[in-house]
């Protein structure tokens, strides 16, 4: 209950599901928590909650600077605010929706890694998890907006990794599959059950199965870990 003792953590998207339970388990196990979110965040032992929209700019430096002042440095940044919101394809999907997708599950993840890169240079270390998706490896129908923006934070994410590898900054991407969060709940049964369907597992993961993938590559076990993409999908992708 140890593996993240004394390290400074931003978890995005932490009110509820993945953030949530990323947040719980990262607090248990040592770390400092702040964790970021534009719904209300319950404060626990060991979280911090800050109101943040990862797609604006401001938010993230007002928030950077507030935990750099409080607790001299940020070791890690988990990335993990998303929305999909638009669910059609390209021929159906209107230009302020995908601005909307792409400001928070792209821009945000670029915003978040630009703001903590410089304590964490200055440091020489830190480790960065983006979440991506398993529609971030592959082709879905519908949900364009989602699709895209997914598989443009994994490439960033390998950008990153080797850009700042020297540095011994290490970023991941996370690659979840179907897991059970308010956010999947929202979707139709029928869409559920048809990926459900095609998982090899037969269920859907829990958010805490994720977080424990976090953990490792949060923690100084994955020293030697950069670029990679950890799939956490109940063998989805394995087919």
């Given at each position: 209950?140890?593996?993240?003792?004394?390290?400074?953590?931003?978890?995005?998207?932490?009110?509820?599901?993945?953030?949530?339970?990323?947040?719980?388990?990262?607090?248990?196990?040592?770390?400092?928590?702040?964790?970021?979110?534009?719904?209300?965040?319950?404060?626990?032992?060991?979280?911090?909650?800050?109101?943040?929209?990862?797609?604006?700019?401001?938010?993230?430096?007002?928030?950077?600077?507030?935990?750099?002042?409080?607790?001299?440095?940020?070791?890690?940044?988990?990335?993990?605010?998303?929305?999909?919101?638009?669910?059609?394809?390209?021929?159906?999907?209107?230009?302020?929706?995908?601005?909307?997708?792409?400001?928070?599950?792209?821009?945000?993840?670029?915003?978040?890694?630009q703001s903590v890169l410089p304590?964490?240079?200055?440091?020489?270390?830190?480790?960065?998890?983006?979440?991506?998706?398993?529609?971030?490896?592959?082709?879905?129908?519908?949900?364009?907006?989602?699709?895209?923006?997914?598989?443009?934070?994994?490439?960033?994410?390998?950008?990153?990794?080797?850009?700042?590898?020297?540095?011994?900054?290490?970023?991941?991407?996370?690659?979840?599959?179907?897991?059970?969060?308010?956010?999947?709940?929202?979707?139709?049964?029928?869409?559920?059950?048809?990926?459900?369907?095609?998982?090899?597992?037969?269920?859907?993961?829990?958010?805490?199965?994720?977080?424990?993938?976090?953990?490792?590559?949060?923690?100084?076990?994955?020293?030697?870990?950069?670029?990679?993409?950890?799939?956490?999908?109940?063998?989805?992708?394995?087919?």
């Amino acid at each position: 209950m140890a593996r993240l003792t004394g390290k400074v953590v931003i978890v995005t998207g932490a009110a509820q599901g993945i953030g949530a339970a990323v947040a719980e388990l990262f607090a248990q196990e040592g770390a400092t928590v702040i964790a970021g979110d534009v719904r209300d965040v319950a404060a626990q032992t060991g979280i911090t909650p800050v109101a943040l929209d990862v797609s604006s700019p401001a938010d993230w430096q007002r928030v950077t600077e507030e935990i750099i002042a409080r607790h001299g440095r940020i070791d890690v940044l988990v990335n993990n605010a998303g929305i999909v919101e638009a669910y059609g394809p390209i021929h159906e999907t209107d230009l302020a929706s995908w601005n909307r997708v792409i400001a928070v599950n792209q821009t945000g993840s670029f915003l978040g890694i630009q703001s903590v890169l410089p304590t964490m240079r200055q440091a020489r270390r830190g480790s960065i998890v983006n979440f991506s998706s398993i529609w971030g490896n592959v082709g879905v129908p519908g949900a364009a907006a989602y699709n895209a923006a997914k598989g443009a934070v994994r490439n960033m994410t390998k950008n990153a990794a080797v850009t700042y590898a020297p540095e011994n900054i290490r970023v991941n991407s996370v690659h979840p599959g179907l897991i059970r969060t308010p956010l999947v709940e929202a979707q139709s049964d029928a869409m559920n059950q048809g990926i459900i369907g095609q998982t090899p597992m037969g269920r859907m993961g829990t958010p805490l199965e994720v977080a424990y993938g976090c953990l490792f590559l949060a923690s100084d076990e994955s020293s030697f870990v950069t670029g990679s993409e950890l799939i956490i999908d109940g063998g989805y992708l394995a087919q």
